[in-house]
């Protein structure tokens, strides 16, 4: 089995520090893992995105003799996701930062390890799409800057979302709290997080089309909900510069998507009354859901809340869920020192 | 002449520290000088507001043998204001105060004095409305906190401007850059500010009601608009915590108001960018206007600014405009020591 080449190159094992070495040229593959996200963290609607340590997707970019971009397998998603490299979102992100390389003719081939639950409000597309690109992108030398890397993973993720909005990839890829400002590139922020912040991600047995989730909502708000979720995801910002967790607790509010996105989840209101109940800071809809998260002052209370949660979408139908609880994740997506081990 | 309580009471000369002593209840009178606030800052519309260091207005609140809230005098508004306690935004929040500190019957007299110019959109009415209530409740004691000293500025603000928005009356009353966000009482977070962040408001000889300001403005907005003004309001205040100048000024961008009131200002375009062209971080309508402001990263960037809009501001056939430079205050409404004396 092949080594990995940056533990060849002085790496330790396990992971590797981001960025990778910008002169390793001798790789034959590359494997990376990108974790889970929690799109929009209730008060920042397409705005904010935060990274879990796990789970998370792994994406195996290998040299090919041949030309371009193909999809040699995929584990994990029982057989839905398409192998075809132009509709899968690991093989448009791949081939974008082929592009972007100014190598078209490279062969790259693909193995995708679906760690995270497909329509679930857990970023499994953003998670797939940004290991790809970096996987790739490592492999080809790792010429991309992270503001690139971004705008391929979200060229990835329009295919399976039809826009790409960068709640999932940019936490996906930077790690921690990020909040995306318009731009070209994305203003990416990374924002402060409390050492002890926590988050409860509960995955019931239900699945939502991102398609559908985007497809209730509002064209138009009015301008004073406009105003005062202005006001929460601002106050939110600072909270966690200030370390405030009872101001943070205040901010979670969410007027413009959950008003609509609740009816898509079994169970919402109990489950988020469930949080709330065991000291969460606030609970809400992961993403377009189903998924629902708690953030928490402590590993403990996100434990207490996962559970909770868990118990709530049971008495409401869903027996079953998946718990997830982790503190933030300060890294985002990492490559892995040895590509062909299979944990 | 009476010299003021709080100086005899220890306190230096000039300007005390807030909050007023408590147990100073021999008062007779007080005087408090409260600065002109930029509503909006740009990109925080009904959210964020800042406070210069000056001009402003004052309000001598004196304790009378009658019934009830009076107006004796109101200097520099040549007559225009009303006299009515029940009309005047001084008037109703000193009433306010009395009310909730219980003393429906106590007799207050007021004096206004406008350093302020009237429908200029700086905070003019918000800085009468903090002075009346800071004052009063002085003279009675010092009995209430300052988010309830806000509700009752709010409570003058809206009869004015018919609603209470308190972009203008938070900073005005804390000082500083102030971000308020929903809640019962009124959520104010006081952000941290670069000491070298510096101010130039500049005030054409136009007026703007504010009721005009509030009705060119859409009820409703795309629901991709409010995301994209999220994204930067959030981006601003991170940029305060962090210091970071640079994305400051990528954040100044207003896609709510700007878009209409930018019709209500003469020469509006040919101003912000001769703003800019002098390297201010941004620049745009203090509150709903006519007065313009620029945010610098110096003073002398600051007034390079103002003399910039003013001039351009003269080719609009708007001469004559009033500059005001000043970094952002670091506190809001303050008591003066010498309550009678008049500069």
Redesign the interface.
């Given at each position: 089995m092949w080594d990995g080449g940056l533990a060849q190159a002085g790496g330790p094992p396990g992971l590797t520090a981001w960025p990778p070495r910008p002169n390793v040229t001798a790789m034959e593959s590359v494997r990376v893992f990108a974790p889970a996200t929690v799109g929009n963290v209730i008060c920042?609607?397409?705005?904010?995105g935060l990274a879990l340590e796990q789970p998370g997707d792994e994406v195996i970019a290998r040299r090919s003799g041949g030309v371009g971009v193909i999809i040699t397998a995929i584990r994990g998603d029982e057989g839905r996701l398409p192998l075809d490299p132009g509709r899968n979102v690991a093989g448009v992100a791949a081939s974008a930062v082929v592009a972007r390389c100014g190598l078209a003719s490279e062969g790259i081939d693909l193995e995708i390890r679906k760690g995270l639950p497909l329509a679930a409000g857990m970023g499994g597309s953003a998670a797939s799409a940004v290991a790809a690109a970096v996987a790739t992108d490592a492999l080809l030398g790792s010429k991309l800057d992270k503001p690139t890397l971004l705008a391929c993973a979200l060229e990835g993720e329009r295919v399976a979302a039809g826009e790409g909005h960068p709640d999932n990839a940019a936490p996906c890829l930077y790690g921690g709290i990020a909040?995306?400002?318009?731009?070209n590139p994305i203003?990416v922020?990374q924002?402060p997080v409390p050492s002890s912040l926590a988050v409860a991600l509960v995955h019931p047995p239900h699945e939502t089309l991102t398609e559908r989730g985007r497809a209730v909502?509002?064209?138009?708000?009015?301008?004073h909900?406009?105003?005062?979720?202005?006001?929460?995801?601002?106050?939110?910002?600072?909270a966690l510069?200030?370390g405030d967790m009872d101001?943070l607790g205040?901010?979670l509010v969410d007027r413009?998507a959950e008003p609509v996105r609740r009816f898509l989840v079994p169970g919402f209101e109990a489950v988020r009354e469930a949080a709330l109940a065991v000291n969460a800071l606030g609970a809400g809809i992961s993403g377009s859901g189903p998924s629902m998260f708690a953030l928490c002052r402590t590993l403990e209370d996100a434990r207490s809340a996962a559970s909770a949660m868990a118990g709530a979408f049971a008495a409401a139908g869903l027996e079953g869920a998946d718990c997830h609880v982790s503190t933030v994740a300060s890294e985002g997506a990492q490559i892995l020192a040895d590509p062909e081990h299979v944990p």
């Open positions: 920042g609607f397409d705005v904010l909040l995306s400002r318009p731009g203003d922020i924002l909502l509002p064209e138009r708000v009015a301008l909900t406009a105003v005062a979720q202005m006001a929460d995801v601002s106050a939110f910002v600072s510069h200030a101001l205040r901010t413009l």
